[in-house]
């Protein structure tokens, strides 16, 4: 895979040869892609391709990684999650992570500040109104898509540029998915560089502007928005559907 | 005067004013237990050698350098929790992806060690630690006599106990603490240093036996076995209350201590397993806790 990424200016994000296992079993094969700032690019494939190890590979979280991720012109393959959440990369999980003993502000305002940036309480309740209503209950309480709007606003607090989201339209109602939709846009719109994991390719081909195809733990094709009417056929027959 | 089933209003009051004395004990090491196991997992046996190692150190202060009551009250807790510091970078650290039985048997080891080191040293007659002069003395209420100092331990043991909910419920360290107990992972991932939190965590509230343990100094003779006596107790009291509950640990503290008190009043043969029984209702019928979170 060696067109990942191309066009001009130094990637914000780049993966090389990105190798990933859970315990004994080698999930990640080498993943090559680059993300540029400002861009919005997706990672798709079926279930079990290693999109998610992908994610949770450059979080840090994974088990055991080799290879190389920088960020900036920074590696950060050899740093702890902590570390690499403070280089500027938020990450918000498949299964939201929302904490049952915090309240909705309190699940909100949890990630630290890591720097200047970040979205106001105030923009973040005027994206979701929701959360300014149910700021007092707690984080569980609320239905799948305000949870889901939870864990991606309260990444937006922190300053990070880099958002990486794990599946974020899973399960929710195509109302949901169409804010989540909007939210993302206006995201780009202030800059903000995201990596999106998807299943629901719909969604994915209304808010990117790359397609990075992962098949069996490598990325096997990359596909520009621009190009996506052309090769339907190509995207669907990686995706099985 | 008033007396109920031929109990005159000064046995009810003295056995409840004892029984709420305990219950301070019970809580606030219970709270510390509490407050270890949410965020470790870790089943920690040496808190009663920890409450020990508290009343030893302030009477050390105190034999040894002179140090009063007050200063001790501040230092002890902070040397204790300073040793627990150790404990769990050196020891502990190494077992959390292990099951809970292994710190629960490293644990019980420690306090086999330290316990044996006192009683190695000082024996096991107990040494004397005076009341300090502002707390000597007590008052007559006229249906019962109050020493100061212990009523002294119940307002102190409310204060550490209301300011450490206040703390873990109310503040954004306590939603970190609380997040991590939930998602340590996740936590981490958002740029908080989870591994130096435990440790902390693991210190304050081995900290906690140890403010325990200086408060209990003057009432209980300062000896060895004094935490080995209690931790038995305070695992069924943080038991019935929930394990890693907050305020199940607080709550169900006082209220046992009352609990026990009114059966010392009522029917002294069961005052020594009351909480025990208790015990099993509580796990045969919600075993979860009275304020745990079911599975």
Redesign the interface.
Do not use: D, H, P, Q
């Given at each position: 895979m060696s067109e990942a990424g191309a066009g001009k200016g130094a990637p914000l994000l780049k993966v090389e040869n990105l190798q990933g296992w859970y315990g004994e079993s080698h999930v990640l094969h080498g993943i090559d892609f680059e993300v540029r700032e400002g861009e919005v690019v997706t990672l798709l494939g079926r279930n079990g391709a290693g999109k998610t190890s992908t994610l949770l590979a450059i979080m840090g979280i994974l088990g055991k990684r080799t290879g190389s991720i920088t960020h900036a012109g920074r590696e950060l393959i050899d740093l702890p999650p902590r570390r690499i959440a403070r280089e500027g990369i938020a990450f918000c999980p498949e299964e939201r992570g929302i904490f049952a003993s915090l309240s909705v502000e309190e699940n909100l305002m949890l990630p630290p500040r890591i720097a200047e940036g970040g979205l106001s309480v105030e923009r973040i309740h005027d994206l979701f109104p929701n959360l300014k209503e149910r700021r007092r209950s707690q984080g569980t309480k609320l239905s799948g898509g305000e949870q889901q709007m939870l864990a991606i606003a309260r990444i937006l607090r922190t300053g990070a540029r880099l958002l990486l989201l794990d599946e974020p339209t899973e399960g929710l109602a195509p109302v949901i998915v169409q804010q989540i939709g909007r939210t993302i846009r206006a995201l780009k719109e202030e800059g903000f560089t995201i990596v999106l994991v998807e299943q629901n390719f719909r969604f994915a081909a209304s808010v990117a502007d790359r397609h990075h195809v992962v098949d069996q733990g490598r990325v096997v094709d990359m596909i520009p928005a621009e190009a996506l009417e052309d090769n339907k056929d190509r995207i669907q027959a990686y995706l099985g559907v | 005067m008033f007396e109920l089933l031929g109990i005159t209003p000064q046995v009810l009051m003295g056995q409840l004013l004892l029984g709420l004395i305990n219950g301070s004990f019970y809580a606030v090491l219970s709270l510390g237990l509490a407050v270890i196991f949410g965020l470790l997992n870790i089943i920690n046996f040496t808190h009663g050698a920890q409450y020990m190692l508290g009343a030893f150190v302030a009477w050390m202060l105190g034999a040894y350098l002179g140090v009063g009551y007050w200063w001790a009250l501040l230092a002890a807790p902070i040397v204790v929790g300073a040793s627990g510091l150790v404990l769990e970078r050196l020891a502990l650290s190494k077992l959390y992806h292990l099951d809970h039985l292994y710190g629960l048997l490293l644990t019980f080891g420690v306090a086999l060690i330290l316990q044996g080191i006192f009683r190695d040293a000082y024996g096991i007659s107990g040494q004397p630690y005076q009341i300090p002069d502002l707390l000597a003395g007590g008052h007559n209420l006229g249906f019962m006599f109050l020493p100061n100092y212990r009523a002294w331990v119940v307002v102190a043991s409310v204060i550490v106990c209301f300011a450490t909910w206040f703390a873990i419920e109310k503040t954004?360290l306590g939603?970190?603490l609380?997040?991590a107990?939930?998602?340590p992972?996740?936590?981490?991932?958002?740029?908080?240093?989870?591994p130096r939190m435990i440790m902390l965590t693991y210190a304050f509230g081995v900290g906690l036996a140890g403010f325990a343990g200086v408060l209990a100094a003057p009432i209980y003779s300062v000896n060895p076995n004094m935490g080995a006596d209690l931790i038995i107790v305070v695992f069924a009291v943080v038991v019935i209350g929930g394990m890693g509950s907050i305020l199940g640990a607080i709550v169900t503290g006082y209220g046992l201590g009352l609990v026990e008190g009114l059966t010392r009043v009522f029917y002294p043969e069961a005052s020594s397993v009351v909480i025990f029984v208790i015990m099993a209702i509580v796990l045969m019928l919600k075993p979860e806790g009275l304020f745990g979170?079911s599975a």
């Open positions: - | 954004r939603a970190y609380r997040a107990t939930e998602n992972t996740l936590v981490g991932a958002f740029g908080i240093n989870v979170r």
